[in-house]
């Protein structure tokens, strides 16, 4: 299997890793679980689970880094502040990362996101904040509420406008009616040990729930109680349903 590593800089030096699988195929960006690096994936089985489709170049994965640990999982800093932080992974992504896949892919290809756990979180919020890029997010073991990552302190716009559960359900007029055309998001979790302590059993079916409300396109899969918040369980749920958007 073809693969490569680059280090991608963005105009506002925020630098991180790249690692991508394939030699053609949709593009999927994927985000690692919390703190996690561009390796996580095919240090975990997942990029062997996809390894078919990937040699028969009907994907290409991209795996990044996170900039969890300054971020979202800096407990010290109030919540607000971990926002405006997660500002710098945002702008790494759209004027790094995009330009590298899209040069890479040979066009303005769409770009699929993909994660689990917290990468979860980014792969939804990445694709309802730019849609135009990202219009299919696959989503394991998500929690959708920054509010519930023992969060302190004030919560302003920057909490407001990457917490999923709360700025969908405000969506009106002429951007959701665009959305429900633009958007489709699968919500993976298993209803085993771990899922109800990391809040991801609780967070997808809330965030399913809100998506019900506005009627935007999505699809809630609730695998059994013996299904844990873990690699073994993310392996088969990728292998079940990667094959269907590639």
């Not at 010290?76 to 500002?87: D, I, S, T, W, Y």
Request: one cysteine or more; hydrophobic letters at 40%.
């Amino acid at each position: 299997m073809r693969h490569y590593s680059v280090q991608l800089k963005a105009p506002n030096g925020a630098e991180a890793n790249l690692t991508a699988f394939g030699h053609w195929g949709r593009p999927v960006l994927v985000f690692p679980t919390e703190k996690g690096g561009a390796w996580e994936w095919a240090d975990n089985g997942m990029i062997t689970e996809a390894a078919p489709l990937i040699d028969a170049g009907r994907v290409k994965l991209y795996c990044v880094d996170s900039f969890d640990a300054g971020t979202w999982s800096d407990q010290g800093l109030p919540l607000e502040e971990r926002a405006r932080r997660h500002g710098d992974y945002e702008r790494w992504v759209l004027d790094a990362v995009v330009p590298h896949i899209r040069a890479d892919s040979g066009g303005d290809t769409e770009i699929v996101t993909a994660g689990c756990s917290l990468g979860a979180f980014h792969a939804l919020n990445f694709a309802f904040r730019r849609a135009d890029l990202f219009p299919l997010a696959l989503c394991f073991s998500g929690n959708y509420d920054p509010g519930t990552w023992r969060a302190w302190g004030e919560r302003g716009d920057a909490v407001y406008f990457n917490s999923p559960v709360d700025y969908v359900a405000n969506l009106h007029g002429d951007h959701l009616e665009w959305l429900r055309k633009q958007l489709s998001l699968l919500l993976v979790c298993g209803q085993g040990q771990w899922e109800d302590t990391t809040g991801a059993l609780e967070g997808t079916k809330r965030m399913a729930e809100v998506l019900a409300a506005k009627d935007i396109r999505h699809e809630l899969d609730l695998w059994g109680h013996d299904v844990p918040h873990d690699w073994p369980s993310w392996r088969a749920q990728l292998a079940h349903h990667l094959h269907r958007f590639s």
